[in-house]
């Protein structure tokens, strides 16, 4: 029995050994304090900003920012990091409403999704030799007026610049493989799609090498009214105009194809007769203005010895009709309306235009903080903590039980 409680009170002794021995080591990797921040203990890692905002530098030597590192911080002003860092982790910086610049290091190949997300005030941001910007890296920046994407990068997410309300410039380094640019919008290399146009354009001029309309090219672009298509555009694909507010289009005859588009409805649409636009406009009962056609006939005047004119309704003319409403049929099988329109009296299609008039609140990501779980040793030193609980008690049980059988 004796050597019973000596095996429970050395497995007593173990569990707290064991468990002496795992503070140590934790205590041994635990995170440090360096300036404002809180580093892993090899002070690669930027675990956490403790400092009060304004300019900030990132300590040297650490390679990694993490995940939300300044996520929602609305006293920073600036931030400057060193070559050092290679990695930044998603929405490190996102909602920092009061960041105006940021320093990049030049080891950094990837802009992360929704790195800059939000961050309102930022004024300008140089990329260094980027390799891919994620989605939603520079959403409702609404500050920033101009980008430069180097020749080094080869990805840009769809949504890496929406809801800048003032980016009116975007240009590509020259030796880009995958994009370039020309009157500030995005193109794939050759010029030959047009991808984005930056929200903060009041006005576009397509390069005449593009041959389609990319979706979401104009999406939500607020400040182009009216857009001419050269004739080298081929494909309008689905949701190249989504959420835009251009509300006059002229569509060449060399566009053959038009997706639908969603929430985008112009005030009128010039094109050339039996054309895919015009096709689209009925479809969508949007005003359809023919224009490429032979100029019709001078409109009639009326000849005073023939009846009346004018108002005076049912009256006839040199090769026309005038109308009660002041309008003339003519003997071409067109009517001229009083302004001056000219349409085909059978399907009322405007062949000429007269001389009347023509026609994102966001929402934030949140990455939720992770606590380091238990260390799974404290377990098994707890298991031999009760395992030798449990023979010194089973031994004192069966001592006890011996004692009274022995009386």
């Known amino acids: 029995m004796k050597k019973g409680t000596k095996i429970g009170w050395a497995l007593v002794a173990l569990s707290v050994i064991i468990s002496a021995v795992v503070i140590i080591a934790g205590s041994s990797n635990a995170d440090q304090q360096v300036g404002d921040f809180i580093l892993s203990d090899d002070g690669t890692v930027a675990i956490q900003y403790t400092g009060a905002g304004g300019s900030v530098s990132i300590p040297d030597g650490v390679v990694t920012l993490s995940d939300g590192l300044f996520m929602n911080n609305t006293t920073i002003t600036n931030i400057s990091m060193p070559d050092t860092v290679t990695s930044l982790g998603s929405n490190f910086c996102s909602g920092c409403s009061q ?27 140089s990329l260094p030799s980027v390799a891919s910007i994620g989605d939603y890296a520079f959403y409702g920046c609404a500050s920033l007026s101009s980008i430069t994407i180097p020749a080094s990068c080869t990805s840009i997410a769809d949504t890496a610049f929406g809801g800048c309300d003032n980016l009116s410039e975007i240009s590509v380094s020259s030796g880009n493989s995958n994009y370039s640019s020309s009157d500030g919008c995005l193109y794939n290399a050759a010029k030959s799609r047009l991808i984005y146009v930056p929200g903060g354009k009041s006005s576009v001029s397509i390069a005449d090498t593009c041959s389609t309309i990319g979706s979401g090219a104009f999406r939500d672009v607020l400040y182009v009214s009216s857009l001419t298509l050269p004739d080298s555009v081929e494909t309008i694909e689905a949701d190249a105009f989504s959420g835009s507010s251009i509300s006059t289009i002229t569509i060449p005859a060399t566009t053959t194809s038009i997706g639908s588009q969603s929430n985008w409805t112009p005030s009128t649409i010039y094109g050339y007769a039996d054309s895919a636009a015009e096709t689209y406009a009925k479809n969508n009962s949007i005003p359809f203005v023919v224009i490429g056609n032979p100029e019709p006939s001078p409109t009639p005047t009326p000849d005073p010895g023939t009846g009346g004119g004018g108002t005076g309704g049912g009256g006839t003319s040199s090769g026309g009709t005038v109308n009660p409403d002041g ?42 903080g992770t606590a380091d779980g238990i260390n799974p040793v404290y377990f098994l030193c707890l298991a031999i903590f009760l395992g030798g609980v449990g023979v010194i008690v089973y031994t004192k049980i069966r001592k006890v039980n011996y004692l009274k059988k022995k009386k």
């Open 327 to 368: 309008s003339v049929t003519n003997a071409d099988g067109t009517t001229t309306l009083a302004d001056g329109t000219v349409i085909e009296t059978a399907t009322g299609r405007v062949l000429r235009a007269g001389t009347g008039s023509t026609g994102s609140s966001h929402t934030k990501d949140a990455t939720p």
């Open 99 to 125: 960041l105006q610049s940021i320093s990049l290091s030049s080891n950094i190949a990837t802009i992360p999704a929704n790195a800059f997300r939000e961050c309102s005030g930022l004024l300008s941001i």
